[in-house]
């Protein structure tokens, strides 16, 4: 079809896919190697070694605190924790209303923290600004996610702790009791690993809306969103489904042989991006063989017996455990319920998204591809209304 735009159009894929739409620093995802960095350190090993909040100031400043610079921002986002008293206020409402669990109920109440904290566009605003509006949005998502949780099983929502780090504050806003220390490490690994991860869905939508100006609230929001569609978030609590649909050790070739036959997906294996193992799977099989116990022994076997059989039914395919299976099994063993898995990665992310949005921000173009019209030939003229019947 014809076209009188100023600008040439350009045919790309489908999804955009492989299309790339800006430069960063905060890292990439390298599918072909396995491999996933923020800035210049590799993901993984900030995780092993690394604590979140060491992780985080690295996102958003750059670089590594020394023990000076860990000491106070760890101090600045702990203090960030209490929720604004009308917020507070209003999570009653919000968790009894009909959505689907906390990570729905996080949209509004990051929309109330927004307005409580007073955010304003970020195109409005300078670089400090926009630094102290995504950290106290970031420290303030555990919070809201413990306390809607914990509302709708018509519990009161436990108060933050100054003196726990990111992760330990969150499992005891959670279940209300001190986490053990192995418990605590192993949920910061594994937000740690799930900060970032390329230009997702999610993220994109974040630096969508930061590029219009919007402010901070707006741009999470937005990101949360993406997130909660099946084909984005969610899928931890599914692949601790498939262990539990399986069962037992002999059910898993017959069930696995079934599905893949069918056409049907493994929640759990695949990624859009890894052509090899997924880093993040491989850190977090480790995390759960170090627990123990027969929940992690039989999905390693699940594992051995999934990627058998599909390699045996499909050929020259590398399909192998992402992110998702290893998952939800550590955050089962660390005392998470499932509805709360997605969730607990979004505390993760949020930082992730928040590293976006500053640097989208910096940027003053705003994005705004277009569209190629598929529909009738333009103009065609309109039809006269027809006469309205007699005593109509």
């Not at 350009?10 to 990439?28: C, F, K, S, Y």
């Not at 402010?215 to 099946?230: K, N, Y």
């Amino acid at each position: 079809m014809s076209s009188n735009r100023t600008a040439p159009l350009v045919q790309v894929p489908r999804g955009l896919a492989g299309v790339v739409v800006t430069d960063t620093e905060i890292g990439d995802v390298r599918g072909a190697e396995g491999f996933y960095h923020y800035r210049q350190y590799s993901a993984v090993e900030l995780a092993r070694t690394r604590g979140f909040e060491d992780v985080w100031h690295l996102l958003v400043h750059g670089d590594l605190p020394d023990p000076g610079q860990r000491a106070a921002f760890t101090a600045e986002v702990a203090g960030l924790r209490q929720l604004p008293d009308e917020v507070r206020e209003a999570l009653p409402a919000v968790a009894a209303g009909r959505v689907a669990g906390p990570l729905a109920g996080l949209r509004t109440a990051l929309s109330l923290l927004g307005a409580a904290r007073g955010f304003r566009p970020v195109y409005d605003i300078d670089a400090g600004r926009r630094r102290a509006d995504t950290l106290a949005a970031c420290a303030a998502v555990p919070t809201l996610l413990t306390a809607l949780y914990r509302l709708g099983q018509g519990r009161e929502p436990v108060e933050p702790r100054v003196d726990l780090s990111y992760a330990a504050n969150y499992l005891y806003m959670l279940t209300g009791e001190e986490p053990q220390a192995r418990q605590a490490r192993a949920v910061e690994q594994y937000l740690i690993s799930t900060i970032d991860h390329g230009f997702n869905a999610s993220t994109f939508t974040a630096r969508v809306i930061a590029s219009t100006g919007a402010d901070v609230a707006a741009c999470l929001v937005g990101a949360l969103g993406a997130l909660s569609g099946p084909l984005h978030g969610g899928a931890p609590s599914r692949a601790l489904d498939t262990l539990d649909a399986i069962g037992t050790p002999d059910r898993i070739d017959p069930w696995v042989r079934e599905r893949v036959l069918a056409g049907d997906r493994i929640m759990g294996f695949g990624h859009a991006v890894y052509r090899t193992e997924d880093p993040r799977s491989r850190m977090l099989r480790e995390i759960a063989l170090g627990f123990g116990g027969p929940r992690a022994g039989f999905a390693v076997e699940v594992e051995r017996h999934v990627e058998a059989i599909l390699a045996e039914l499909k050929p020259g395919r590398e399909l192998h455990t992402n992110v998702e299976f290893y998952a939800g099994v550590v955050m089962e063993l660390c005392g998470l319920p499932r509805e709360m898995f997605t969730p607990t990665f979004a505390a993760g992310r949020v930082v992730g998204w928040s590293a976006n949005i500053l640097e989208q921000a910096a940027d003053p173009k705003i994005i705004r591809p277009v569209a190629r019209y598929v529909g009738p030939e333009a103009p065609v003229p309109v039809p006269a209304p027809a006469p309205v019947p007699a005593g109509g």
